[in-house]
């Protein structure tokens, strides 16, 4: 693996050396982030881990909300925490805060104006993401009164009022229900068309819909960087599982198992297919015709199952706990 340090960091949307944090001091030093070193370029970034991981502590560093303790983290070449790197990012907490009082329409003129957009701009640009989020006809309604959507809408409008580059969502879709969930899933594979994003979440499948490349991290350490469909290829791969299916399955079933190379044969009860772990894995595709021949079958299909992001989640995280 290429040392990071050789990279050019204004090449990455984020580019860390050794990142960590640390919270504490003494006997009650907490590690919460342990050097961590990773980058980001254009696209939709994943950053996965159980609770506890080091997630938020990693983005609030990023976003300059706490001070790094070691190492060092820049967004596109501007040290993270600086002006400038803040002014490049958008940023929707997992749980974000709103000046309930004002209207939709008032809150988001107000952020324009702090990220000094003249008056006029501020507006028509306010006016273009509550019509982009389907929150024009709700534009005069005091924020207090908004739904949970609602409300997280508005603060995915906030992140994009000043144009960022880069947009940093924390647990974006956390504690909404299943159709509104959809709906900002949406949303942000439409944003992701004109802007890089980087995405903080535990819910896997939603992960594996947005994004390109993810992060795994785990007891403040990344495990593991690379494309959604890499990770998902290798875990496949190293798992030697493959799915079976016959005119005539418990035939197949009780002499495949008498194969030397097999660990595992089962029916699944669902799909009524075979399925097959092997230690052996170029033996066994030889094996395969004798049988279906020697025992005048019809051979229906016969594949690898691809793994799902959560499989291969489970999988790093279960070894780096021991189980």
Not at 79 to 89: D, L
Request: hydrophobic share 40%; proline share 3%; glycine share 6%.
């Amino acid at each position: 693996m290429k040392s990071i340090q050789q990279d050019n960091i204004e090449d990455y949307y984020i580019w860390t050396n050794k990142l960590s944090k640390v919270y504490g001091t003494g006997t009650k030093k907490i590690l919460a982030v342990d050097g961590i070193d990773f980058t980001m370029s254009s696209g939709v970034h994943g950053f996965l881990g159980p609770n506890g991981a080091g997630k938020t502590s990693t983005i609030n560093m990023l976003i300059g909300a706490i001070s790094i303790t070691e190492g060092d983290a820049f967004l596109k070449g501007k040290k993270a925490g600086t002006k400038k790197a803040r002014e490049f990012i958008g940023f929707l907490p997992q749980d974000p805060a709103f000046y309930e009082k004002l209207s939709g329409l008032e809150y988001l003129i107000f952020l324009a104006r702090l990220n000094s957009i003249p008056k006029n701009i501020a507006k028509q640009k306010a006016l273009d993401l509550l019509k982009f989020f389907d929150l024009l006809e709700e534009k005069d309604r005091k924020i207090k009164t908004y739904s949970m959507g609602m409300k997280q809408k508005i603060g995915l409008a906030a992140g994009l009022i000043h144009n960022p580059k880069l947009l940093i969502l924390d647990e974006p879709t956390s504690n909404l229900d299943p159709l509104v969930r959809k709906k900002i899933i949406d949303y942000i594979r439409k944003i992701s068309k004109d802007m890089s994003i980087f995405i903080s979440s535990h819910v896997l499948s939603e992960v594996e819909q947005m994004c390109d490349r993810v992060t795994i991290i785990n007891k403040g350490k990344i495990k593991l960087t690379d494309t959604v469909q890499n990770v998902k290829n290798w875990f496949s791969n190293s798992t030697n599982l493959y799915v079976i299916d016959t005119n005539s399955n418990e035939t197949f079933l009780s002499v495949v198992k008498r194969l030397e190379m097999i660990t595992n044969a089962w029916i699944d009860e669902k799909e009524n297919k075979i399925y097959i772990n092997t230690n052996d894995v170029e033996q066994f595709q030889k094996e395969i015709p004798k049988l279906i021949i020697e025992n005048e079958l019809i051979l229906k299909s016969f594949y690898q199952p691809e793994s799902s992001l959560q499989d291969v989640f489970l999988e790093i995280i279960n070894k780096d706990e021991g189980k």
